[in-house]
């Protein structure tokens, strides 16, 4: 079983920056790809973005690209999304996912486990 608690969600003026983060309670986290989804109101649930336990080419929905950068500290049971150039469609509920396998972030978007999500607000 794996508890994941994200933080860092908060309010912010279009055109600025926030960074979340997730924090993993299994000892085995370096096993897990990890990422981010994201859901805004009335709105299914959409993949951010997802990092393989290596760290190496991480994963991007195109909406995304260019904004927004995953990282992780296997270290720390840690990942983190630092989201730049914000808009008003970044607005949601930003939830940190962990499988081990980076295809069922990517692809199928049936992740193993969840956090309980925390709330980005994007104001014009």
């Known amino acids: 079983q794996v508890q994941l608690v994200e933080s860092g969600g908060g309010s912010v003026q279009a055109g600025g920056s926030l960074r979340l983060s997730c924090a993993a309670s299994?000892?085995?986290?370096?096993?897990?790809?990890m990422g981010w989804f994201r859901q805004a109101p009335g709105k299914e649930r959409e993949f951010v973005a997802a990092i393989t336990w290596s760290g190496i080419n991480p994963y991007y929905a195109e909406s995304v690209k260019g904004r927004f950068a995953i990282s992780r500290d296997n270290a720390k049971n840690a990942v983190s999304l630092q989201m730049n150039s914000l808009n008003p469609e970044d607005t949601a509920v930003y939830y940190c996912a962990a499988s081990l396998r980076v295809g069922d972030l990517t692809e199928s978007y049936n992740p193993t486990y969840w956090g309980q999500g925390t709330p980005v607000t994007v104001s014009s």
């Open positions: 299994q000892r085995t986290f370096m096993n897990y790809a």
